[in-house]
Structures are given as C-alpha cells and as structure tokens.
Nanobody, 120 residues
Framework: QVQLVESGGGLVQPGGSLRLSCTASGSIFSISAMGWYRQAPGKERDLVAAITITGRTNYISSVKGRFTISRDNAKNTVYLEMTSLKPEDTAVYYC??????????????WGQGTQVTVSS
C-alpha cells in the first residue's frame, strides 16, 4: 500500500528558505520518477519539480534557479530545497510519482501535504 508523508512546511518571510521532505512507502518510490506538486487556494494542483530514478531533474520556469529537487533512494525520500521564496509560492505542497507530461492522477493516493506560507 502506498503511503506518502510530507513535512517541512511553515511560515517564512519573502526571500526566505525552506526544505521539504517526503517519505514514500510501497513500491512507488523505487520504480517511479517523483515530483513535488503544489496547490494554491482556488487553483488546480500542479507539478513544479520532478526527478527521475537516476537523478535527472526538471522544473517549471517560475521556480527554476530557486528550487532544487533531490532524492535519497536508500531512504525512499525526496526533498525540495526552496530558496528566495515569494508570496506566490504560497500553497500546499505534495509529493507523488510523476514527470512533466505524465503527472499523477488526481484520483490516485495523495498524502496530507505540507503548507508553505510566504508572507511578511
């Protein structure tokens, strides 16, 4: 059974940094590219960063250069290092399998997410 547990969110001032973690159980991690998604109030959940099993990464343009995704396959954990945070980064962040053009389905299992709020 898949389980995804996200952590590390919080309230941070503009320009600040946060590091998110997601631990996955089940077979999803060992066979999948993994991604970080975010959902702002009133908006759809979107993929913002993804990493393959071998470490290739990709990002949406608005976070490129500010966010870094990484994974520790031995720990079944994927990370998102976020720097130079902006108010528009405020959202609930989720991890799940996926790559750009092949995102996780909305009706698949999702964890509880972790809230990131960027505000002064």
């Amino acid at each position: 059974q898949v389980q995804l547990v996200e952590s590390g969110g919080g309230l941070v001032q503009p320009g600040g940094s946060l590091r998110l973690s997601c631990t996955a159980s089940g077979s999803i991690f060992s066979i999948s590219a993994m991604g970080w998604y975010r959902q702002a109030p009133g908006k759809e959940r979107d993929l913002v960063a993804a990493i393959t099993i071998t470490g290739r990464t990709n990002y949406i343009s608005s976070v490129k250069g500010r966010f870094t995704i990484s994974r520790d396959n031995a720990k079944n954990t994927v990370y998102l290092e976020m720097t130079s945070l902006k108010p528009e980064d405020t959202a609930v962040y989720y991890c799940n399998r996926g790559w750009f053009g092949a995102v996780a389905e909305e009706d698949s299992y999702w964890g509880q997410g972790t809230q990131v709020t960027v505000s002064s």
